[in-house]
């Protein structure tokens, strides 16, 4: 018996140590994130480019994903308010039928966006990969993260841990039980981010550098995108 409440003694320190653990890495991520995101067109600073990170445009019962329309929409004011010069679009290309990239390439010259100020970054698999690849594959020491206000903190935890002076844009949420499961995912996904700093993760895949100009030069435009 006394063998038993010491196990549960110790079961419920580590469960307690795990707590708190966990509220240090939400606390610590949110507090860095906010201090380096907007919410106001008007106030947040120009950058040459946004980055706006992936997610898919349609939830799995077929109706329109909102994170995904106000992330274009956001990347559409931020451009014409001219805040940014260019747009990496950075998402996953898992097979032909779904690719983040070309999606949002497509939507935002559909918006009026000119073809020449979007970047596609086709290997933003994770959160992490997109912000790397922004400074070490498109060059970019500083830029604006796109996302909704939960993503740009980790976003921006990890820029600024990767010596990226990157800022964020908030784009609207979305309310509801939707919104609940996808904070929880963001919970899980704050705890595997600490552990990647620790081990210094790195991007899937880097490739080539792709410089993005200064200047207003043409980009050529991809074979499979739908201007």
């Not at 795990?18 to 507090?31: A, E, L, P, Q």
């Not at 679009?89 to 935002?108: K, Q």
Request: charge should be positive.
């Amino acid at each position: 018996m006394k063998r038993f409440k010491i196990v549960i003694l110790i079961t419920l320190f580590i469960c307690f140590l795990f707590v708190v653990f966990v509220t240090w890495i939400n606390v610590t991520i949110t507090k860095i994130g906010n201090s380096y995101s907007y919410s106001s067109i008007d106030s947040i600073p120009h950058n040459h480019c946004a980055l706006v990170l992936g997610t898919s445009k349609y939830l799995w019962n077929g109706k329109r994903n909102l994170y995904y329309t106000n992330r274009i929409k956001a990347a559409v004011e931020l451009y014409n308010r001219n805040k940014i010069d260019f747009i990496i679009v950075s998402g996953d290309n898992r097979n032909r039928n779904y690719n983040e990239p070309i999606t949002m390439y497509n939507d935002l010259i559909a918006a009026g966006i000119p073809n020449k100020k979007i970047i596609l970054d086709y290997a933003g698999f994770r959160t992490l990969d997109s912000v790397v690849r922004g400074k070490e594959v498109f060059g970019q020491d500083q830029f604006t993260i796109v996302s909704q206000a939960f993503h740009n903190q980790r976003a921006v935890y990890i820029a600024r841990k990767k010596g990226i002076e990157a800022i964020a844009f908030n784009t609207e949420d979305e309310p509801g039980k939707h919104a609940i499961k996808v904070q929880i995912r963001e919970l899980a996904a704050r705890i595997l981010v600490v552990f990647d700093m620790i081990t210094s993760k790195q991007p899937h895949f880097l490739g080539e550098k792709v410089m993005i100009p200064n200047e207003n030069i043409p980009f050529s435009l991809p074979l499979d995108a739908k201007p």
